[in-house]
Antibody, heavy 121, light 110 residues
Framework: EVQLVESGGGLVQPGGSLRLSCAAS????????MSWVRQAPGKGLEWVSA????????YYADSVKGRFTISRDNSKNTLYLQMNSLRAEDTAVYYC??????????????WGQGTLVTVSS | QAGLTQPPSVSKGLRQTATLTCTGN????????AAWLQQHQGHPPKLLSY???NRPSGISERFSASRSGNTASLTITGLQPEDEADYYC???????????FGGGTKLTVL
């Protein structure tokens, strides 16, 4: 059974940093691209970042480029999102998501339960 | 990054058929196809259709996806109360090298 478990969310002040983690199990982690997708309260889904199965290719939404860094440790079956220079508009539930292919294809077939990030003073 | 276009809301009666649309361009839906997701309030999204219009195992045959040019469609037949949810489409945009989502359609089953 595929499981994706996020951790690391919480309350952080504007300008602060936070690192999200996603522990994956139930599939061959290195064979699939992974993404972070967020959802602000009462809003729709917003793609944040994606990484290929090998970790060699990374992709970012314009809204987070230069502030967020996606990475993965295939030996630990774990996905990360380092978030710096956080802003109030980054407040959202952050979902870890598995793609159906080794490179991002926007066919996300499994989602974690999400972790809430709140940016506020 | 420009997203995909979905109608904000659709309302249909019980046991009727609803068709939801998702419009993109030749760099995303027209080229790569679109996936469809269902999200109930307070829960993570669930995949209904891969971008090649195939259903994951466990998804009811009442959900079917198709594409014509730059527009993808999700048809839900025999609407049930549990189908009331938000529906999103997603696609890979080869020009942006990014995933793009539609704004979502809230389906109400009357």
């Amino acid at each position: 059974e595929v499981q994706l478990v996020e951790s690391g969310g919480g309350l952080v002040q504007p300008g602060g940093s936070l690192r999200l983690s996603c522990a994956a199990s139930g599939f061959t982690f290195s064979s699939y691209a992974m993404s972070w997708v967020r959802q602000a309260p009462g809003k729709g889904l917003e793609w944040v970042s994606a990484i290929s199965g090998s970790g060699g290719s990374t992709y970012y939404a314009d809204s987070v480029k230069g502030r967020f860094t996606i990475s993965r440790d295939n030996s630990k079956n774990t996905l990360y999102l380092q978030m710096n220079s956080l802003r109030a508009e980054d407040t959202a539930v952050y979902y870890c998501a598995k793609d159906e292919e080794v490179v991002p294809a926007a066919s996300i077939d499994y989602w974690g339960q999400g972790t809430l990030v709140t940016v506020s003073s | 990054q420009a997203g995909l276009t979905q109608p904000p809301s659709v309302s249909k009666g019980l046991r009727q058929t609803a068709t939801l649309t998702c419009t993109g361009n030749s760099n995303n839906v027209g080229n790569q196809g679109a996936a469809w997701l269902q999200q109930h309030q307070g829960h993570p999204p669930k995949l209904l259709s891969y971008r090649n219009n195939n259903r994951p195992s466990g998804i009811s045959e009442r959900f079917s996806a198709s594409r014509s040019g730059n527009t993808a469609s999700l048809t839900i037949t025999g609407l049930q109360p549990e189908d009331e949810a938000d529906y999103y489409c997603s696609a890979w945009d080869s020009s942006l090298s990014a995933v793009v989502f539609g704004g979502g359609t809230k389906l109400t089953v009357l």
